[in-house]
């Protein structure tokens, strides 16, 4: 077996569920903050941070354990490989503002979303955070978006 291709295809994986999840719960997100029914808000915002966990979580080790162990195998230098470099730099920043704030973010709204399940209004804190979310999981987004021209055109 191939070892380079097993592990290129498991990178590959990696990127599809990892971009996939972020782009598509980004959206149903916002749709369903459109609805303003505080039910299909909290079971949205309750999604989001599930689907975090398993899809984007377990799509950044796919592609973090495979890419750094590809490299690794085939005496690919990623601190000093300008594409390798490149592509590492907008992956971390994104998971860091994964971290430092949609992850923080997502997890207030849903804390707040499972009290205002029973009340009449969605409180104004919400909607506030919800623009943060959105401003920074855009930015979150479009940086692995990069990262794609990186990786496949490598052109460093």
């Known amino acids: 077996m191939d070892t380079y291709l097993l592990l290129k295809s498991l990178h590959i994986f990696g990127v599809v569920i990892f971009l996939g999840n972020i782009i598509v719960t980004g959206w149903w997100k916002v749709m369903a903050d459109r609805t ?4 299909i808000i909290a079971f949205a915002q309750h999604q989001v941070t599930v689907t975090d966990y398993i ?3 377990g799509g950044v080790l796919l592609i973090f354990v495979t890419g750094i162990t590809n490299a ?19 992956f971390i920043a994104s998971g860091v503002i994964w971290l430092a704030i949609l992850l923080p973010v997502q997890i207030k709204q849903a804390k707040m979303a499972k009290q205002f399940v029973a009340e009449e209004s969605i409180p104004e804190k919400y909607w506030k955070l919800g623009r943060l979310w959105i401003i920074f999981g855009t930015i979150a ?8 021209y990186w990786m496949v055109f490598k052109p460093i």
């Open 72 to 90: 690794e195998l085939h005496g690919m230098d990623y601190y000093t490989v300008k594409w390798l470099v490149w592509g590492n730099a907008l």
């Open 141 to 148: 987004t479009l940086l692995p978006l990069a990262n794609l």
């Open 36 to 39: 303003n029914n505080q039910q």
């Open 55 to 57: 899809f984007t979580l």
